[in-house]
């Protein structure tokens, strides 16, 4: 496994539903790129394994227009780790399934 922390804000989508975000810095983003060439899944999204404090949870982050990657923070690990839209979110990220 290929693994990445970094420490970025929250924000919320502006659309439909309450969804929320961190955007992978643009250094990880282009790695991710680059070894998940070819074996991305549907939207070129990428598998991941993520540690946020406490909370660790499978999911995918997802390409966006500018070629960074967004990785959804859900409720429940909001609740659990008290954050709110602004906060740093330090994240552990590891690549599975490529």
Do not use: C
Not at 2 to 31: A, I, K, M, N
Not at 51 to 70: A, E, H, L, M
């Amino acid at each position: 496994m290929t693994g990445y922390r970094f420490t970025v804000p929250l924000w919320q989508h502006q659309g439909e539903g309450s969804w929320y975000f961190v955007t992978v810095p643009e250094d990880v983003s282009d790695e991710i790129t680059d070894l998940t060439e070819g074996s991305r899944k549907g939207f070129g999204s990428v598998r991941v394994t993520v540690t946020v404090g406490g909370s660790t949870w499978q999911t995918s982050v997802f390409p966006t227009k500018t070629g960074t990657y967004v990785l959804p923070i859900k409720k429940p690990v909001r609740t659990a780790e008290n954050l709110l839209e602004g906060a740093p979110v330090d994240t552990q990220l590891e690549l599975t399934d490529f």
